[in-house]
């Protein structure tokens, strides 16, 4: 889709959904092919109209929910990650170790 149709697409919907954040977003992302690019402009263009406000509150609870979870999830896998990488520090360290000992006999 060429930026000048996301754009008329995205004014249009934006017009007929009076700014209406949720209508804009469902509108927008109903749309089909650039979906997340329109829903996300008239997301955009909402917000900037009427502020974090025009978000539902159970929308951003949601949003927020997940990006704790993440956060917690990314936490553990790079402890699990570091974990990893220590193992295989050791090893190497290890197999160095032997490698010298048997050339110094």
């Given amino acids: 889709m060429e ?9 249009c919907l934006f017009k ?3 700014g209406n954040y949720v209508e804009g977003v469902i509108a927008g992302t ?3 092919r650039d979906a997340d ?10 917000g900037a109209m ?11 609870e949601g949003v927020q929910e997940i ?4 956060h917690e999830k990314y936490k553990r896998d790079a402890v699990e990650m570091a974990g990893l990488l ?3 520090a050791n090893l190497a360290i290890e197999m160095a170790q032997e490698i010298e000992s048997y050339f110094r006999n």
Avoid: F, K, Y
């Fill in 67 to 70: 990006n704790h979870q993440l």
């Fill in 30 to 32: 109903n749309i089909g």
């Fill in 86 to 88: 220590r193992d295989r």
């Fill in 37 to 46: 690019t329109i829903a996300n402009l008239i997301g955009g263009l909402c």
């Fill in 3 to 11: 930026p000048i149709e996301v754009l008329s697409i995205t004014t």
């Fill in 16 to 18: 007929m959904t009076g």
């Fill in 50 to 60: 009427h502020g974090i406000d025009a978000i539902p509150l159970e929308w951003r």
